[in-house]
């Protein structure tokens, strides 16, 4: 299984900061990676496709980069309703595999 | 627009099954995979398995296979998730997404609950 390594399990910010969470792939995946916010008690959303590809609808404070095995997101500037966790999903090969989660606060 | 409903939450006794049901609308059924993701407060985000909508195949996680049964009904466009021999460890809320081929996942169901007690 490809593991994905993600970091930091969580972190303290403040409306206005620049936010970067990272996942690490075990093996490379080429850009085979989406990246999702949730909220307490609801579904996730996705926020990223293809590593860098901005899902429609999705505020463009939000930005993913890497290709292989190093992705981040990005938040550019975080605003009150982006406390959430986010958390990243590969899907290059079975059994697709998560990030553990980044809860942001 | 895209909606997956789940059924509703379960209780059950190890080494009992339960069947989740999960009906799309809002696409064109045949054209997508949908695939079962679990969430628990300790384990995090785990994948199932997925399943070709339009009824063309079946992967299932290897600590699953055996135990997990994916079906797809085209006339109602409704897909089931049953598994077997559940065990404590197995309760958690269950989540049918959807996803294009070789695209990540891109809308999730609401969640059902499986609580798995004696």
């Known amino acids: 299984d490809i593991q994905m390594t993600q970091s930091p399990s969580s972190l303290s910010a403040s409306v206005g900061d620049r936010v970067t969470i990272t996942c690490r792939a075990s093996?490379?995946?080429?850009?085979?990676l989406g990246w999702y916010q949730q909220k307490p008690g609801e579904a996730p959303r996705r926020l990223i496709y293809?590593?860098?590809w901005l899902q429609s609808g999705v505020p463009s404070r939000f930005s993913g980069s890497g290709s292989g095995t190093e992705f981040s997101l990005t938040i550019s500037s975080l605003q009150p309703e982006d406390f959430a966790t986010y958390f990243c999903?590969?899907?290059?090969?079975?059994?697709?595999?998560f990030g553990q989660g980044t809860k942001v606060e | 627009q895209v909606q997956l409903v789940q059924s509703g939450a379960e209780v059950k006794k190890p080494g009992a099954s339960v069947k989740i049901s999960c009906k799309a609308s809002g696409y064109i059924f045949i054209n997508y995979f949908i695939h079962w993701v679990r969430q628990t407060p300790g384990q995090g985000l785990e994948w199932v398995g997925t399943i070709n909508a339009s009824g063309g195949g079946v992967r299932s996680a290897p600590r699953f296979e055996g135990r997990v049964t994916l079906t797809t009904d085209t006339s109602t466009s409704t897909v089931h998730m049953e598994m077997s021999s559940l065990k404590s460890e197995d309760s958690a809320v269950y989540y049918c997404?959807?996803?294009?081929?070789?695209?990540?996942?891109?809308?999730w169901g609401q969640g059902t609950p499986v609580t798995v007690s004696s």
């Open positions: 293809a590593a860098s």
């Open positions: 997404t959807r996803a294009p081929w070789g695209v990540s996942i891109d809308y």
């Open positions: 093996q490379a995946i080429r850009n085979d």
């Open positions: 999903l590969q899907h290059n090969s079975y059994p697709w595999t």
